[in-house]
């Protein structure tokens, strides 16, 4: 698409090297196809700036000929194609400014329609295939919580590939555009689950493999008291640490898989115990080693975030004593660590081992399984399963034995100890999976000292 800019760009008169500026390159659309610079006001508001991106985009084609609603369509579901097609088209050529009383008085036999009808047919199109986009091929996201640090930052804003796992498609189809799960303002539903479509994904470039960073909706949500659907539940980002069929464990913090250690997110963050001289700590170095959830218990102990390099780097200042990572001792149980059995004495450093179901793969269903399977067999599932005493039925017929219908997947956040993941809730069913987090594309640090929020560093950096 770069290229077929580019190309467009000459072709209108202009420096190719144009297209590649950010909201320069958009200016320079609005200047090609006669429409006014303030367009690019609207492109901040969420929701609108989609509409209005794809009208200029539309209004750009057109004056170079793209006139017909299918090359409209074409340009817009296929551009990778169509754009470079067109830039090397000798046939192709600039026209004028789409939006002028010249162009539309030339080509009016094209453009046979009054001023509101096409507003109205442009807003349609551009919302029709927005949706399309953000359902089968890429979205955006951002990075609201903690959870990821240090890999993904709170304000890092990314792009989600739909392809390369399959896009899902819809299962609740009668929503709101733009909204997830509640609309802005009202708080009220943004959907209709009168009609619901069954669980289908179209195929993809690659499985999910373990390491990769995934987007997938949160399983809990199918309870009180939300009770969404799949596809509107609320979205989480974790990375994928088991898959089907796989055996996973914690030791000490460290995750092992088929008994072999996985390997550990190269930015991820956990608790040290930190003994200092002091209580003074210098709020740059607190920013500069990204240090968070300080917690103070004497004027020397402290408990907080960081990365394992932070550690180091930290071990090295000449007011700090020690620097431990505080990871939870073997046998102390935790209520909230899945599979809330407490005959399972297990917490978030130390836990397991577990088998992650696996589509076709049969379990023996008793005291000791039930606690881990039977949130996946009724809810995920939608089997009525009931337990009286040693029977177990399953839809009615008694049963001592399930064979699961999907794969699942266990999802960790790199924040070990600031992370709501699978220890908490167990396992991710595949008809919850979004899509594969590919690069940031620009990140704002709120928190920062300087004037400027934006982290250079950071911008279309791909995830690890």
Not at 86 to 100: N, R, V
Not at 229 to 249: F, M, W
Not at 283 to 292: A, E, F, G, R, V
Not at 310 to 327: C, D, F, R
Request: proline letters at 6%; glycine letters at 6%; a positive charge.
């Amino acid at each position: 698409m770069t290229i077929g800019f580019w190309q467009l760009f000459k072709k209108a008169g202009r420096a190719g090297w144009e297209a590649l500026v950010p909201v320069y390159g958009t200016y320079i659309m609005l200047k090609i196809s006669g429409r006014p610079w303030w367009l690019l006001l609207l492109l901040i508001i969420p929701g609108v700036g989609i509409i209005v991106e794809l009208g200029i985009y539309i209004d750009f084609i057109k004056s170079f000929g793209k006139t017909k609603l299918r090359q409209q369509a074409a340009g817009v579901l296929l551009g990778f194609i169509y754009l470079p097609k067109w830039g090397f088209d000798e046939k192709t050529s600039y026209l004028g400014a789409s939006a002028s009383a010249e162009f539309q008085e030339k080509y009016r036999q094209d453009l046979k329609r009054s001023s509101a009808r096409e507003w109205t047919e442009a807003v349609i199109f551009a919302v029709v295939a927005a949706t399309l986009i953000r359902s089968l091929f890429i979205e955006a996201y951002t990075i609201p919580t903690p959870s990821m640090e240090s890999s993904l930052l709170v304000g890092d804003f990314l792009f989600v590939s739909k392809v390369n796992y399959g896009a899902r498609l819809p299962m609740t189809p009668v929503a709101f555009p733009f909204a997830h799960h509640t609309m802005p303002l009202t708080g009220t539903k943004a959907y209709w689950d009168g009609i619901k479509l069954p669980y289908f994904r179209l195929p993809g470039l690659s499985e999910i493999k373990k390491g990769d960073v995934v987007v997938f909706n949160y399983p809990m949500d199918a309870d009180s008291p939300f009770y969404r659907p799949v596809d509107k539940r609320e979205n989480y980002i974790k990375r994928c640490q088991g898959a089907p069929g796989d055996t996973l464990s914690l030791i000490d913090a460290r995750v092992y898989v088929n008994s072999k250690p996985a390997k550990m997110p190269p930015h991820g963050e956990m608790e040290y115990m930190v003994r200092a001289d002091d209580s003074r700590f210098d709020p740059q170095m607190i920013y500069d080693l990204h240090l968070s959830d300080i917690q103070q218990f004497t004027n020397r102990d402290y408990m907080m975030n960081m990365t394992e390099h932070s550690a180091q780097m930290l071990k090295g200042y000449s007011n700090i004593k020690t620097v431990t990572p505080n990871v939870r001792l073997r046998g102390v149980y935790d209520p909230e660590i899945f599979p809330h059995n407490p005959h399972y004495r297990w917490n978030v450093d130390n836990f397991g081992p577990i088998i992650i179901p696996k589509k076709g793969w049969t379990v023996k269903l008793d005291s000791l399984t039930l606690p881990f399977y039977s949130r996946a067999i009724a809810v995920y599932e939608n089997n009525k399963l009931q337990v009286n005493g040693n029977d177990i039925t399953i839809n009615g017929k008694k049963t001592n034995s399930y064979t699961f219908k999907m794969n699942y997947y266990w999802m960790m956040g790199d924040n070990r100890h600031n992370s709501e993941d699978s220890r908490f809730w167990g396992f991710v069913p595949e008809d919850h999976i979004v899509g594969k987090a590919l690069f940031v594309w620009m990140s704002w640090d709120a928190t920062s000292p300087s004037a400027n929020k934006i982290r250079w560093s950071r911008l279309f950096r791909g995830i690890n």
